[in-house]
């Protein structure tokens, strides 16, 4: 804190007892006595300390902690769930539920872990989303409420005065100006209104599925660690994208999705080396805190980059990889479903095969068009349409099943392991497949995919052990970062 070192901003907060805020490690502000600070993991233990955010650093403007991702206890597993909007939708009850603990237990859990319980947790949540569209966006007052997932507006303007100290308008008036952001789409209506701008490419006429075209649609900038390899992360998504349901090229990636209560888009371009613009089209606005959590996991805005980094160039051949593409990061998922048929599907063919093939299994199997189609209707529908060997069809079909009659769950809440026994349990899914959407699903940044034939041929090609099982040795120097040096050595394959 003493050097303002910005690096550790979002992975913890210093609470300043003597003057009552609370602070981003980096503040600019004349650092305290120690005696006066104590630290914090989260911003909602401030709040319960009677803190209020630093109207100077707004330490709520900046990445969140990376440790939910990098730790699997029950408490980071809860924080992965409060920003997917579990709290605001399904209550305490519905959390400790997916968890598998009592709402009692769970709330003694976070106390003890996180200095605040659920209620307060995902109330510094919603309270930080709302600051965001405040300064950000020209919403109405009472959209932002709901949008940041509040279930009145009265509660809302007794949340942020609490926080923040003032009411939502003076908020407002004391951020700067609203200004368009650069190299966004001519057609883009001012954030707030109610209109849909026509996605990128393929899509351009498409309208929202199951919308009459008026949907809310709100531009927004989201903040990330550097070094950020964006532009790795939107050439993985243009080798991989569905016709007709995405759209990626150098510059951009849009597509829809599915959230909990309507269907949305989304459309992402860079903003520099430490931010992403996201236009979102909602169907309901109160899906708005969801969108952004899982747009920030697609894009694993939240990862200690530096710490990865400093970690992976201590191995002489990473270092080289490292330099050549520094802030690497995994590309993440919107939807667990989906990543698991788009994975099995796309196993033991070109990503060019698997391209045509999925393209080709939307456009006829989804009955709302721009859309991926639902574990049930690939159950009920995926025989007449999937093609290849008998066996691995019968391993879709299975898979779609158990999805569509809940035996199968793939939840953001669950242990690693747990995700990975569930999936390997069923027939025609091994390590290799359970492992990979543990890293791409659960954000997990400690898989090796050692038994992968490109991954081991580019470790043999740079030097590194050649053998599933020498290089699993060879890889307990990169840990917990295996899941990235894994994605080092994947893009080392193309060059």
């Not at 939502?168 to 700067?176: D, F, H, K, Q, V």
């Not at 590194?464 to 890889?475: D, E, I, Q, R």
Request: net charge neutral; proline share 8%.
């Amino acid at each position: 804190m003493s050097s303002r070192d910005a690096r550790f901003d979002g992975q913890f907060i210093a609470g300043v007892h003597s003057t009552g805020i609370y602070c981003r490690p980096s503040c600019p502000a004349m650092t305290p006595k120690p005696g006066n600070v104590s630290f914090y993991r989260t911003a909602a233990a401030a709040h319960e300390a009677g803190l209020r955010a630093c109207k100077r650093c707004l330490p709520d403007a900046v990445p969140e902690s990376p440790e939910w991702n990098i730790r699997d206890d029950v408490a980071c597993r809860a924080m992965r769930l409060i920003a997917d909007g579990v709290v605001n939708r399904d209550g305490v009850s519905g959390l400790a539920h997916r968890l598998g603990y009592t709402p009692r237990h769970l709330g003694r859990v976070l106390v003890n872990e996180l200095g605040a319980g659920p209620l307060a947790l995902a109330r510094a949540h919603r309270a930080q989303t709302a600051r965001t569209l405040l300064v950000s966006t020209d919403l109405p007052i009472a959209d932002v409420a709901f949008a940041a997932g509040f279930s009145s507006v009265r509660q809302f303007n007794e949340t942020v005065q609490a926080v923040y100290e003032l009411t939502p308008t003076a908020l407002r008036l004391g951020a700067p100006p609203i200004t368009p952001p650069p190299d966004t789409l001519a057609t883009t209506p001012p954030p707030g209104t109610l209109a849909i701008t026509p996605p990128l490419g393929t899509l351009a006429t498409t309208q929202p599925p199951g919308t009459d075209g008026s949907v809310a649609q709100i531009s927004l900038r989201l903040p990330t660690r550097g070094p950020f390899d964006g532009a790795g992360l939107l050439a993985f998504f243009a080798a991989h994208a569905i016709a007709g349901v995405e759209t990626a090229d150098a510059r951009s990636f849009a597509r829809f999705l599915r959230l909990p209560r309507g269907i949305g888009h989304i459309e992402i371009r860079l903003d520099g080396a430490d931010a992403v613009l996201c236009t979102a089209g909602l169907e309901n606005i109160a899906d708005l805190s969801t969108l952004v959590s899982r747009v920030r996991r697609l894009l694993d805005l939240d990862a200690d980059s530096a710490a990865i980094d400093e970690s992976l160039i201590a191995d002489p051949v990473l270092a080289q990889l490292n330099r050549e593409r520094p802030g690497l990061r995994i590309p993440g998922s919107l939807d667990a479903a989906e990543t698991l048929f788009r994975t099995m599907i796309g196993q033991q063919i070109s990503v060019a095969s698997a391209r045509t093939v999925l393209g080709r299994l939307c456009g006829e199997l989804s009955a709302t068009p721009g859309l991926f189609p639902t574990a049930v209707e690939i159950a009920e529908h995926g025989a007449e349409f999937l093609r290849g060997p008998a066996s691995r069809i019968a391993s879709i079909l299975g898979a779609a099943r158990a999805l569509a009659d809940g035996s199968l769950r793939l939840d953001l809440g669950m242990p690693s392991d747990e995700f990975t026994t569930r999936l390997t349990a069923l027939p025609g899914i091994g390590p290799w497949t359970a492992g990979y959407l543990a890293m791409r699903v659960l954000g997990n940044p400690d898989v090796l995919l050692a038994s992968d034939l490109v991954l081991l041929a580019s470790a043999a090609r740079l030097g590194l052990p050649a053998t599933a099982s020498t290089l699993t040795v060879h890889s307990l120097r990169w840990a917990p970062w295996r899941s990235y040096a894994g994605v080092h050595l994947w893009g080392a394959a193309g060059r």
